[in-house]
Each structure stands twice: as structure tokens, then as C-alpha cells.
């Protein structure tokens, strides 16, 4: 799969969205091409397109209605987020195969620091034993994807006291550096998901 990366460093959400929306249109003219976007946002709040508004408990920052999956979640400086803009249709991969692909590409990245990560049957994303470190929100249009996963890595976790993480209740959010005692680069992060990205799609 040919694959165009943009690292956009830090860029805010709704910029960001124009961007994959362009994106997402390019792909669909032209099925050779599919994009991996890496970003860290500007603080903020994002809903799901099927979001409880009452799980945002103290409106400490900007609150933006998605047309993702999943509940309301928070992004910041120190979080990696990544929206891969994949035409599925093309590759013949489901939307349950591209979520359980998504899973591993976090888990794999995790399994490099020795961390043992693990996705609960009756939750979203990925944890570390009862604590979650990641999230996954995607969006399926004509085939192509938008939206994508949100890795805690040197996140300020305080944010996700003001919500209702991923509508769960009583969740409680970790990040790499939490768990692993150390600060973590962000580049080495982005060199991982990269690798592991690529020997998954």
C-alpha cells in the first residue's frame, strides 16, 4: 500500500479536519494513493457523532461536534494522534478488520517500551491492565476513512478529569510516561507507529 505521511507537528483540531477532508476526497479520485496524518492538537474536547454533550462534566476548553465513532474524548499537546486516509473499499478490508488492525498497530508500539497492552471485549480502545491508554474514533464514508487513534504519551491527564472519557464510566486514563516512569520522546513514538504502520497495512 502506497502510503503519503504528513507529520503536521501541532496543528489545531478543526484545521486538522480540513485536512483530512481534502485528503479523503483525493483518495477518492485516485485509489492508488492512501495518507497517514500524525498531529498533536491544540487542547480539546471532541464528540462523537452518537455523544452523551452531558459527559463534558467542566467545559475547561474548546468542544467540537465529529462525525467519528465513540463518546467524547480529549486531545492535547503530548498525545499523538494519527488519521490514516485509507480507501478499504479498494483493499478489500472491513471495518471491523481495519479497527482490529488499528488495535494491534497501538498494541505493537506499546509492546516496544515492554508494556503489555490489552483490548477489553466490552470496551473501545487500549489499556494497560484497568487503565486506558489509548482511543480509537474512526469514520467510513464511500470506503475511505477518517478520524483515527489517540496514543497518551507525555499527556497532561488532568484534561480527562473534566469528561466522561469515552462515555466509561469511573475510566481511569493513563499515559507512556505514567507507566513507564520516564519521559518519552514524541519523535521515537512517531517512528514506531510508522514502522509498525507499515508492516500492518
Not at 463534558?56 to 494522534?81: A, F, M, W
Not at 480507501?87 to 506499546?110: A, H, P, R, T, W
Request: include cysteine.
Amino acid at each position: 500500500m502506497l502510503i503519503h505521511i504528513q507529520d503536521l507537528k501541532r496543528k489545531n483540531y478543526l484545521d486538522t479536519l480540513q485536512i483530512q477532508e481534502d485528503l479523503r476526497n483525493q483518495v477518492l479520485k485516485n485509489d492508488t494513493d492512501n495518507h497517514l496524518i500524525l498531529v498533536e492538537h491544540d487542547h480539546v474536547y471532541t464528540l462523537g457523532k452518537n455523544a452523551n454533550s452531558t459527559n463534558v462534566l467542566n467545559k475547561s476548553c474548546e468542544i467540537i461536534q465529529t462525525q467519528r465513532g465513540g463518546d467524547v474524548t480529549y486531545h492535547g499537546p503530548g498525545q499523538l494522534v494519527a488519521y490514516p486516509i485509507i480507501n478499504l473499499k479498494k483493499k478489500k478490508i472491513g471495518v471491523k478488520s481495519y479497527v482490529e488492525m488499528i488495535e494491534k498497530l497501538i498494541s505493537n508500539i506499546l509492546f516496544d517500551y515492554g508494556l503489555e497492552p490489552h483490548v477489553p471485549m466490552k470496551e473501545t480502545g487500549v489499556w494497560i491492565e484497568d487503565r486506558k491508554i489509548a482511543s480509537i474514533g474512526i469514520h467510513v464514508s464511500r470506503g475511505v476513512t477518517m478520524h483515527g487513534l489517540a496514543i497518551n504519551v507525555n499527556t497532561d491527564l488532568t484534561y480527562f478529569n473534566n469528561i466522561i472519557s469515552c462515555g466509561i464510566e469511573g475510566v481511569k486514563m493513563t499515559s507512556l510516561d505514567k507507566e513507564l516512569g520516564k519521559k518519552i520522546r514524541m519523535n521515537d513514538i512517531k517512528k514506531s507507529l510508522i514502522t509498525h504502520f507499515n508492516q500492518i497495512f
